[in-house]
């Protein structure tokens, strides 16, 4: 048997398993760990092999990364230069940018003075 051939077996022996402890990890751990602790306060018989586990872990990861990424996303959106969305004046802003803001939106008691 050439040294290549032996090389390379132990090469994909090696990624095989590395991939087998991640999937493992990942997949009992995480997903089905989270599924679990979800669905048992609702049935004390709970499978936790089974696949309401699963899919009650993947739909919960689901959840948490949408709030993540939408966490970090709104405030990097009233941060946006020109966001109409964005009320607050940025405790960053210039005493320029400050007068500017009083100059377009007067106070709510000036627009009744007739």
Known sequence: MPLGEIAGEAVGL?????VHVVMEI??????????????RPFS??????GLAVLLTGLAM????????????QRPLMRLAVGN???KTISP???R???????KHHPPAWL???A
């Open 111 to 113: 627009s009744n003075v």
């Open 14 to 18: 090696i990624f095989r398993f590395v």
């Open 84 to 86: 109409p969305a964005s």
């Open 92 to 94: 960053l802003s210039t």
């Open 26 to 39: 990942f997949g009992e751990i995480l997903v089905k760990g989270l599924g679990y602790i979800v669905l």
């Open 96 to 102: 320029s940018h400050a007068a500017a803001l009083r």
């Open 61 to 72: 990861w689901a959840l948490i990364i949408f709030a993540i990424v939408w966490g970090i």
């Open 44 to 49: 004390k018989s709970i499978d936790p092999d």
